[in-house]
């Protein structure tokens, strides 16, 4: 799937700032210095769509992105960064939490897990949750061109065996920096969900 066209529509906190429009949706999240701006930017083929930030943990937004005019890529807050305050982190977690708990028009969460690091605990939490919400989960792997093919291997294993991915979960490798695999990743995410 090609994407032509993205736009940043809006930045939410509460349910009521949520776009009204019925469409599809599907969210990526993940920890705070996963790459997650970097991947919205390479999938969209934008530079500056998603803010990239030296700090991890700014974004404490919801934003919603506009894709080909049929369905949202979603950007939830990082978890995770343990230099904001406890009080700033429960303050995320309910923003979230309030998001993934009563979106209809949620199809699909996409969990990115860093490539060269076992998933954490806070990862693992992360993906119970989705799956026990039902939501259909694919767990994309960030900044895979810092493995070597052997690397790549046993990456793949430790994620598989701590995030207890079964032969039906969908686990994919992914670099922002040379984008190899985008059009392929595009079709994975989001080719079943425009209108």
Not at 99 to 112: D, G, N
Not at 138 to 166: G, M, P, R
């Amino acid at each position: 799937m090609i994407i032509n066209k993205s736009e940043f529509i809006t930045s939410a906190v509460r349910r009521e700032q949520y776009p009204e429009d019925g469409l599809n949706e599907v969210a990526f999240v993940g920890r705070s210095n996963v790459g997650k701006s970097s991947i919205i930017n390479a999938l969209t083929n934008r530079r500056k769509l998603a803010k990239v930030s030296q700090t991890p943990g700014k974004t404490r937004l919801i934003n919603f992105f506009l894709i080909n005019d049929g369905f949202y890529l979603v950007d939830l807050p990082g978890y995770g960064y343990a230099k904001v305050s406890k009080k700033e982190q429960e303050s995320w977690g309910k923003t979230i939490e309030t998001y993934l708990t009563a979106r209809e028009e949620l199809k699909r969460v996409i969990l990115l897990v860093d490539s060269r690091h076992k998933p954490t605990a806070d990862d693992i939490t992360m993906h119970e949750w989705i799956k026990h919400y039902g939501y259909d989960v694919i767990v994309v792997a960030t900044k895979s061109d810092k493995l070597s093919n052997n690397d790549l291997v046993k990456s793949k294993k430790i994620i598989k065996e701590t995030l207890k991915l079964t032969e039906n979960d969908t686990l994919c490798f992914f670099s922002s920096l040379n984008k190899k695999g985008a059009e392929q990743l595009n079709d994975i995410l989001f080719g079943d969900l425009s209108q």
